[in-house]
């Protein structure tokens, strides 16, 4: 079985893959404007084989680079300040909560954050912050270790992930606590554990804190790409009459038109089957928001041992209860959250959980793709 990789691909560290060098690309407070967009799709198509994967951490990963592309990418992505300098810096993963508005708490704390990236200790490679101040916390199944949250008494607070509830803060000291608590992780040992879920360090007293998030869904129209891919095409196409788009930790985006984005109203809207595909697609009908997850999977990503996004397809067309995740391995790339029906590839065959995540114990194991169907009722 292919080991797990510890660390995850950024601009300037690509992670080699099935189809080439993947690279990451994280639009400063998840906002792509439309010039960006077109500047993107024009790099993935050019340099890359064309695919987009949007990232449920709020990025998006531009696929099949020869290592002459990938350099010639990376400064022009340099030049129109979507990547730092500093590879150090660009490697921190800063997720913000796309529904932000000009001068509110998400704003001016992620910009706060950002400018002050190189303050922050050297983290784990798959470290993460958040920073999710709106009405509403709504990143809660986003991973993150940090969390800056509109807590449940209306203020601000900070919560260490895996804790319910966190320290209230005061606005202008954020960004001052978050990178307490990050150089706290560092130096009480979190290196070893690599995620704050897992540290079992007791909190500073400072740090403790008794207020939960005050959690909410997303209320804006989002387009979702079906698995979170899409084309630089598609992108460039997606980004017409927008002034920007927003990128989302739901593996979708949200377009921003005249400074606003849309309210939603329930639905999300789906880019259509890429040409000679649609036979081979359940329509969008056949796949409701948040019903099915699959990652890339194998040949494209070298840790899955399993094909994925045929199967989801199978499963979606047989109309198989949901949520369903599929994933190429044992890291769970496109879903954190428990589901319905997961299923994990290992040594070319496949392990079933039922209503778990992918590190649940699976109800039967080594099942072929045929077996897996037939037990699902999608043969």
Known sequence: MTAVRGWCPSAWRPMAAGDGLLLRVRPP???????????????????????????????????????????????????????????????????????????????????ALAARRGELPELPAKFGIAVDAGAHASLGDTPADLRVERGADGGLILRADGRESGMRLIRDEAVDAVIALARWFVTSGGGAAGRMRRHAAALPDWAMGEVPPREGVPAYEQVAPRYGRLTGAELAALSD????????????????????????????????????????????????????????????????????????????????????????????????????????????????????RVDSPPTIRGLTAAALLARLGAD
């Open 241 to 356: 009459g927008a002034e920007a788009l927003r990128v989302t930790p739901w593996r979708s985006l949200l377009k921003e038109t005249a400074g606003m984005i849309r309210p939603s109203d329930g639905r999300v809207s789906r880019t259509p089957a890429r040409p000679g595909q649609e036979a081979e697609r359940p329509s969008p009908a056949d796949l409701p928001a948040a019903a099915i997850d699959a990652c890339v999977g194998a040949p494209a990503c070298p840790q899955a041992s399993v094909t994925t996004r045929a199967l989801a397809d199978r499963l979606a067309a047989a109309r198989v209860a949901g949520p369903i995740h599929v994933s190429g391995c044992a890291k769970g790339c496109a879903r954190s959250a428990p589901a319905a029906l997961t299923i994990v590839g290992r040594d070319g065959r496949f392990d079933l959980i039922r209503d778990g």
């Open 29 to 111: 407070l998840a906002r792509l404007t439309r010039a960006h967009a077109l500047l993107v799709a024009e790099l993935a198509t050019r340099f890359g084989n064309g695919a987009i994967d949007l990232t449920r951490r709020g990025a998006l990963q531009l696929r099949g680079f020869e290592p002459a592309g990938w350099r010639a990418a990376v400064e022009r992505l340099v030049s129109a300040g979507l990547v730092d300098l500093d590879a150090a810096v660009e490697a921190v993963a800063l997720t913000v909560a796309p529904d932000w508005h000009e001068g509110d708490d998400t704003h001016r704390i992620a910009r």
